[in-house]
């Protein structure tokens, strides 16, 4: 758009106007010559419109984005109250952050190394089963599991798998459900106190950080 008033305030001044004018100033003689010079470039340069609908495109998914990581922000409470997710880390911890992770999510594992060596973080976990119908099924014996948090760490940490668990495992749809509703698009997801996320396996460094500035 700040293309196009450019290049009609300077269609004005090719035009005779001392200054760039608003359209209320312009004689309809003059609103007529400028956009005729505004439709024949773009006659000459259809790559033009093609470039703005994209940038359009762009700032709508920034905006969609922003919005939606807002909305989660305003769930906070809801989000660490939630039956759909389990605690693991320092139940006692000062900081608290929120992780949506796959089974089958090899980055989820090293992020994991990387949790370890932070002390004082609840991290209040969503099994968030979106890698296929292996995924689904290994979630749901982590969920029905009598000890969610041990063997969610035991799987993680040292590849020992969950037996077969069988328990109504409805959390773990809601929780896909609710992902998509808030364009959480990968695992691992990281959603900090503020509202604010983090894709993918970040170093312990930058997750201290963000606590820091989040809490």
């Given at each position: 758009m700040s293309f196009f008033i450019s290049l009609a305030a300077g269609a004005?001044?090719?035009l005779g106007a001392a200054t760039p004018l608003f359209a209320e100033d312009l004689s309809g003689k003059q609103k007529v010559e400028i956009e005729k010079v505004v439709h024949d470039y773009l006659l000459s340069n259809p790559e033009v419109v093609r470039q703005a609908i994209d940038e359009l495109g762009k700032r709508e998914k920034v905006a969609e984005a922003a919005t939606r990581e807002k909305a989660v922000g305003q769930?906070?409470?809801?989000?660490?109250?939630?039956?759909?997710?389990?605690?693991?880390?320092?139940?006692?911890?000062?900081?608290?952050?929120?992780?949506?992770?796959?089974?089958?999510?090899?980055?989820?594992?090293?992020?994991?190394r990387e949790l370890k060596t932070i002390d004082n973080v609840t991290v209040y976990l969503f099994l968030y089963p979106v890698l296929g119908p292996d995924s689904t099924s290994k979630s749901r014996d982590i969920w029905c599991s009598k000890d969610k948090a041990k063997t969610w760490t035991d799987w993680m940490t040292a590849?020992?798998?969950?037996?077969?668990?069988?328990?109504?495992?409805?959390?773990?749809?809601?929780?896909?459900?609710?992902?998509?509703?808030?364009?959480?698009?990968?695992?691992?997801?990281?959603?900090?106190?503020?509202?604010?996320?983090?894709?993918?396996?970040?170093?312990?460094?930058?997750?201290?950080?963000?606590?820091?500035?989040?809490?």
């Open positions: 004005c001044l090719a769930h906070g409470d809801k989000i660490v109250n939630s039956p759909n997710q389990a605690v693991v880390g320092n139940p006692g911890g000062d900081v608290t952050l929120v992780e949506f992770f796959d089974y089958n999510c090899g980055y989820c594992k090293q992020f994991e590849g020992v798998k969950p037996e077969t668990g069988n328990c109504d495992a409805a959390a773990l749809q809601r929780n896909v459900e609710f992902g998509r509703k808030y364009n959480i698009t990968g695992t691992p997801t990281l959603i900090f106190a503020d509202g604010t996320r983090a894709p993918g396996a970040i170093p312990a460094a930058q997750v201290e950080k963000q606590l820091a500035a989040a809490n």
